[in-house]
């Protein structure tokens, strides 16, 4: 089971930190991505995190501007959004994907755990 938070209203050039709460076990074997979701589009990768390794990947959209973390102590992942942009509005969930290969780690149907989602909404 996983729940998101940390989402809200922020103006452009702001920061926001998404947490994802796990209750699973052996979380750390379990690679953590966070996806994103506006209305009328598909969800989309954002970031991902392996277990072990903590080996990060993200995608282009987001290179630069947002950073990955996991406490396999805590069982948590969190997303830190900076230089928030208009086009970052969408519905953020977490979720976790355990053996996916690396080629397939941006792929939303790797992914077997989802959080509910939270809301980010970044004005111009």
């Known amino acids: 089971q996983l729940q998101a938070s940390g989402g809200g209203l922020v103006q452009a050039g702001g920061s926001l930190r998404l947490s994802c709460a796990a209750s699973?076990?052996?979380?750390?074997?379990?690679?953590m991505g966070w996806f994103r979701q506006s209305p009328g589009k598909e969800r989309e990768f954002v970031a991902t995190?392996?277990?072990?390794?903590?080996?990060?990947y993200y995608a282009d959209s987001v290179k630069g501007r947002f950073t990955i973390s996991r406490d396999n102590a805590e069982n948590t992942v969190d997303l830190q959004m900076n230089s928030l942009k208009p086009e970052d509005t969408a519905v953020y969930y977490c979720?976790?994907?355990?053996?996916?290969?690396?080629?397939?780690?941006?792929?939303?149907?790797?992914?077997?755990?989802w959080g509910q989602g939270t809301q980010v909404t970044v004005s111009s």
């Open positions: 979720a976790a994907a355990y053996g996916v290969i690396l080629s397939q780690i941006r792929i939303v149907q790797q992914y077997d755990h």
């Open positions: 699973a076990r052996a979380f750390r074997t379990y690679t």
């Open positions: 995190i392996r277990g072990n390794s903590g080996h990060t």
